[in-house]
């Protein structure tokens, strides 16, 4: 009998923890989708707003001269960075995001299918 009881608080306390856990993980889960959808989001407005960059439209008669060869050159420069940074390392980033999401709902799938055995095997010591 104490065998059975010390067994049935070691479940008790393992489906506990395990439901901590879980709860742990769905919310790094949550936190992490937020991420991806602002950063997502951010992303699009980024592309959208791209062609900014060579706005105003400079020709010999809006402005001419060594200024506004520096300007070109900075525009330039401006538009490298945009290809930078909404190219490769966004899609980095999401696809990161992306795998600790998979990551955690594993952890998740897998820790509450160990709540269910540790739930049967609970049920068949109190029976």
Same mark, same amino acid.
């Given at each position: 009998?104490?065998?059975? &009881?010390? $067994?049935?608080?070691?479940?008790? =306390?393992?489906?506990?923890?395990?439901?901590? @856990?879980? *709860?742990? /993980? %769905?919310? $790094?889960?949550?936190? @992490? $989708?937020?991420?991806?959808?602002?950063?997502?989001?951010?992303? %699009? &407005?980024?592309? #959208?707003?791209?062609?900014?960059?060579?706005?105003?439209? @400079?020709?010999?008669? #809006?402005?001419?001269? *060594?200024?506004?060869?520096?300007? %070109?050159?900075? *525009? !330039?420069?401006?538009? !490298?960075? /945009?290809?930078?940074?909404?190219? %490769?390392? #966004?899609?980095?980033?999401?696809?990161?995001?992306?795998? $600790?999401? #998979?990551? /955690? &709902?594993?952890?998740? !799938? =897998?820790?509450? =299918? *160990?709540?269910?055995?540790?739930? !049967?095997?609970?049920?068949? @010591?109190?029976?």
């Amino acid at each position: 009998m104490e065998h059975n &009881e010390a $067994k049935i608080h070691s479940l008790n =306390s393992g489906i506990s923890q395990l439901g901590s @856990l879980v *709860r742990d /993980y %769905e919310d $790094k889960v949550r936190r @992490l $989708k937020n991420a991806y959808a602002q950063i997502s989001s951010e992303q %699009e &407005e980024f592309h #959208t707003n791209r062609q900014l960059v060579k706005e105003p439209a @400079l020709s010999a008669h #809006t402005w001419a001269g *060594r200024h506004a060869r520096d300007f %070109e050159e900075i *525009r !330039s420069e401006m538009e !490298s960075e /945009y290809n930078l940074l909404s190219g %490769e390392d #966004t899609e980095a980033i999401l696809q990161d995001l992306e795998d $600790k999401i #998979t990551y /955690y &709902e594993d952890l998740i !799938s =897998s820790a509450r =299918s *160990r709540i269910g055995s540790m739930n !049967s095997e609970l049920n068949l @010591l109190m029976n």
